[in-house]
């Protein structure tokens, strides 16, 4: 009996395999001939997205004139033409003041470009990163900041400005590179801060003041190891402010060249900086 039903089961097995098995590779044929008839669809077309030009950006000083303001005639200054000649501009001192009628009222200097700006340019509204305090700044600046001479950094030139990004992006430079930077970064932050420039213990120097709360601060840019507070700049006998600017004006001592003042009526607002977007 199940003998019987063994073979039964293997003549049904064989059965179905004989017709399935055919059936099978007839459907995949069938199916892969229909798929082969369909129409093939387009390539789908490649949207190229327009490439956008980023603003133009260069970190270097401000171009501009100066509006007057010491004199009785409204008039404005720009750098003089000769400056930018080859033979002026190679090797030779690299800033200082124009006057008129015997009295300074703008200061310029050379920039990295070698082309002659006024000294509010070098300021570009250049904050690194939001701090909370102007010692913070100082701080930065002094860490982040290697001190080299303009003739170490541009070889055979004695006297070459950076602009406060400039400054920064470059790491080295002298003290009225860090003293723009110092200053300018102040200024972002909301404080009454200037460069100066004058003499320290009778050498040409550049150094930060800040105006707070009636007092005037003074801050040296250079210091590798800034103190906690700063001090009153009265109470510093060697630093002799000759002028002194911000990114706007630019400030003369008319009066004594010892003066530890920067406030007074020695002091005259003699020029606006107008730069060439405003024009």
């Known amino acids: 009996m199940i003998k019987?039903?063994?073979?039964?089961?293997?003549?049904?097995?064989?059965?179905?395999?004989?017709?399935?098995?055919?059936?099978?590779?007839?459907?995949?044929?069938?199916?892969?001939?229909?798929?082969?008839?369909?129409?093939?669809?387009?390539?789908?077309?490649?949207?190229?997205?327009?490439?956008?030009?980023?603003?133009?950006?260069?970190?270097?000083?401000?171009?501009?004139?100066?509006?007057?303001l010491s004199l009785p005639v409204k008039q404005s200054a720009r750098i003089p033409a000769w400056l930018d000649r080859p033979a002026n501009k190679s090797r030779g001192k690299g800033s200082g003041s124009q006057s008129i009628d015997q009295k300074p009222v703008a200061y310029f200097a050379y920039g990295r470009d070698l082309k002659a700006y006024y000294a509010n340019g070098f300021f570009t509204h250049f904050v690194p990163f939001t701090v909370d305090s102007k010692w913070s700044a100082m701080h930065h600046v002094s860490r982040h900041m290697r001190y080299m001479r303009d003739e170490q950094q541009f070889k055979g030139f004695t006297e070459i400005w950076l602009s406060s990004e400039e400054a920064y992006l470059s790491g080295r430079g002298d003290c009225e590179d860090h003293a723009i930077l110092l200053a300018d970064w102040l200024s972002g932050m909301g404080y009454d801060a200037r460069v100066v420039f004058g003499t320290y213990k009778n050498e040409g120097h550049a150094w930060v003041v800040v105006f707070e709360a009636g007092s005037t601060y003074l801050l040296e840019a250079t210091d590798k190891r800034p103190k906690r507070s700063f001090p009153l700049a009265a109470t510093l006998p060697n630093y002799h402010p000759k002028g002194m600017f911000n990114d706007r004006f630019i400030w003369y001592n008319y009066g004594s060249p010892l003066t530890t003042a920067y406030t007074g009526d020695q002091w005259i607002r003699t020029a606006r900086f107008r730069p060439v977007e405003e024009r």
């Open 4 to 68: 019987k039903f063994r073979q039964t089961f293997f003549t049904l097995l064989r059965v179905l395999i004989l017709l399935y098995v055919p059936l099978f590779f007839i459907t995949a044929l069938k199916q892969r001939h229909d798929e082969a008839a369909l129409p093939v669809p387009p390539a789908p077309k490649t949207v190229t997205a327009p490439e956008e030009t980023p603003p133009l950006h260069r970190p270097g000083p401000r171009a501009g004139e100066m509006q007057l």
